[in-house]
């Protein structure tokens, strides 16, 4: 069984509805956000310090908003940003913009401890680079930090517009995100995940995973 890491209900309710009920279960925990200006470096740090606490396979969810006009505000920062300043109040920044495309980007990593054909991935250099000039006794964080465990990135993207707040379903921004006609609280989870930023990234997951698995066999 798969363990989708993420204190986020909605994101579990869509990967479940992607993946298949009883394929996936969630795992709430709160790994650590490394500060990186993209989400792939968070996501692969994060799958591997959850792999670490579960002992079992993990996809990481990492996701965010990026608005075109603001160079990508909030992106790497959204939960941020919708923790403390509210969906509207980024709404009421996007009202103002000429340019109010935007899109949602989702990583997805994967690690379940063995090997396999990892993604390249920035964080494992410069972790390994730290603990190698700290030395053996060096206080460079988890000595397993230097042999980072694979892992395997998928992303998914979608394109849209910022819209005044309509619909009351999915989570987080879906309201002021509008893709076509609708915006993403508008749309059913099926339908969102048909052209979301995570329904293609559980779609290029599932692929890979499913010849994984065969090769396991
Ligand atoms: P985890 O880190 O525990 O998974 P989170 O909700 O904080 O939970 P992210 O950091 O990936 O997850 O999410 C960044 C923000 O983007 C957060 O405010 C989400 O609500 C929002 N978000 C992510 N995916 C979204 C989606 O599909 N639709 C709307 N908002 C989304």
Redesign the pocket.
């Given at each position: 069984m798969l363990r989708y890491?993420?204190?986020?209900p909605?994101?579990v309710r869509?990967a479940e509805s992607y993946l298949r009920e009883g394929s996936v279960e969630q795992l709430d925990f709160?790994y650590t956000?490394i500060q990186a200006a993209e989400l792939g470096p968070i996501a692969a740090r994060g799958a591997r310090e959850a792999y670490r606490h579960a002992v079992k396979p993990v996809l990481v969810?990492?996701?965010?908003?990026f608005i075109e006009e603001l160079d990508g505000f909030p992106g790497p920062y959204?939960?941020y940003?919708?923790?403390t300043l509210g969906v509207e109040a980024v709404w009421d920044l996007a009202s103002d913009l000429e340019n109010r495309r935007a899109a949602?980007r989702?990583t997805l990593a994967y690690c379940d401890g063995e090997e396999f054909a990892a993604s390249p991935d920035p964080v494992d250099r410069e972790e390994r680079v730290a603990a190698a000039a700290a030395g053996p006794d060096g206080d460079a964080g988890d000595a397993t930090d230097a042999e980072p465990l694979p892992v395997k990135l998928f992303e998914g993207y979608v394109p849209g517009r910022m819209v005044a707040p309509r619909g009351d379903g999915?989570?987080?921004?879906?309201p002021i995100?509008e893709h076509g006609e609708e915006t993403?609280a508008e749309m059913d989870t099926e339908r969102?995940n048909a052209v979301?930023?995570?329904g293609r990234a559980l779609e290029k997951f599932a692929e890979w995973y499913a010849d994984r698995s065969r090769d396991e066999t």
């Open positions: 890491v993420t204190t986020n909605g994101k869509e709160d956000e969810d990492d996701a965010g908003l959204s939960s940003v919708e923790d949602f989702c999915g989570f987080g921004y879906d995100f993403f969102k979301s930023h995570r």
